[in-house]
């Protein structure tokens, strides 16, 4: 749930600076996948770093910080 939080939040902000370009709907769709690119690129080593740990208790902590570096409780 931590990583679709931020997904979720990066993809919130991405859609509500898109509202300030002027583009058409091609440019718009073309850039929206741009940015769905970056955004899977940005989230792949910290899922990998996750996926590394070896105990829930090391796990559990690595989601609690990365819920208060990126505000993802509010």
């Known amino acids: 749930p931590t990583m679709l939080a ?5 993809h919130d902000i991405i ?3 898109m509202t ?3 583009l058409d709907m091609s440019a718009r769709k073309d850039a929206e996948k741009t ?3 970056i955004v899977n690129r940005f989230l792949h080593n910290p899922a990998q ?3 590394m740990l070896e105990n ?3 796990q ?3 989601l609690d910080m990365m ?3 990126f505000d993802l409780d509010t």
Do not use: V
């Not at 931020?6 to 990066?10: D, E, N, T, V």
């Open 15 to 17: 859609m509500q600076e």
């Open 35 to 37: 940015a769905d690119i």
């Open 6 to 10: 931020l997904r979720g939040k990066l």
């Open 67 to 69: 819920r208060k570096l």
């Open 20 to 22: 300030k370009l002027p």
């Open 49 to 51: 770093s996750f996926k």
């Open 60 to 62: 559990a902590l690595y």
């Open 56 to 58: 829930k208790e090391s």
